[in-house]
């Protein structure tokens, strides 16, 4: 007899965003994963999460992923800057107390990984929360795109570096324009 708990089920859709597609998914009515392809590794996060955490994947239609999607298309064309959806932040403490730091970032501004540091009184883990923010598996609604370097300068960000900088001109101005070269990857 098999006692062994049986993996939960996430339901995952993917969208078609002005950045490329992303990959979401909902795990008992909250969504626990929003990520942007990149064709050098797919989906192969998304696939690791799941093992991480014992999550079995399914395509398949869901309530929230269409509130997700209706959402996100309404950030990019502007209507909407604070999302209102449930999620689940599916990590360690330690990063999951970093990810609340960043849903304190408002819409627009940035703040630097030595101004999280500050936050939570730990002034030596600018290198661990800099770890934390890249292993942030709910891109923009967790919006790790809005931390920068202490100088100004864009750091490193999973969906790319041109991803991050569309997305923070995005919230400072009006509509972007995407110029051609954002489809020459």
């Given at each position: ?179 051609l070269d954002f489809y020459i990857r």
């Amino acid at each position: 007899m098999d006692i062994s708990p049986k993996p939960r089920v996430v339901i995952s859709k993917v969208f078609d965003t002005p950045l490329g597609d992303m990959l979401a998914a909902v795990s008992e009515d909250t969504l626990c994963y929003l990520e942007f392809s990149n064709a050098d590794r797919e989906f192969s996060a998304f696939e690791d999460f799941c093992k991480k955490w014992d999550l079995k994947p399914e395509n398949g239609a869901h309530e929230l992923l269409n509130k997700t999607r209706i959402q996100l298309e309404a950030y990019f064309l502007k209507k909407l800057q604070q999302f209102e959806l449930p999620v689940i932040l599916m990590g360690s403490p330690f990063q999951t107390m970093v990810w609340n730091q960043l849903i304190q970032i408002p819409y627009g501004e940035t703040c630097s990984y030595e101004e999280i540091s500050l936050r939570l009184n730990n002034p030596l883990a600018i290198r661990a929360i800099a770890h934390a923010n890249g292993q942030n598996p709910i891109a923009i609604i967790v919006p790790c795109h809005r931390v920068i370097g202490k100088d100004g300068s864009l750091t490193g960000y999973a969906g790319g570096l041109w991803r991050k900088k569309f997305l923070l001109e995005h919230e400072r101005t009006g509509p972007v324009q995407m110029e051609l070269d954002f489809y020459i990857r």
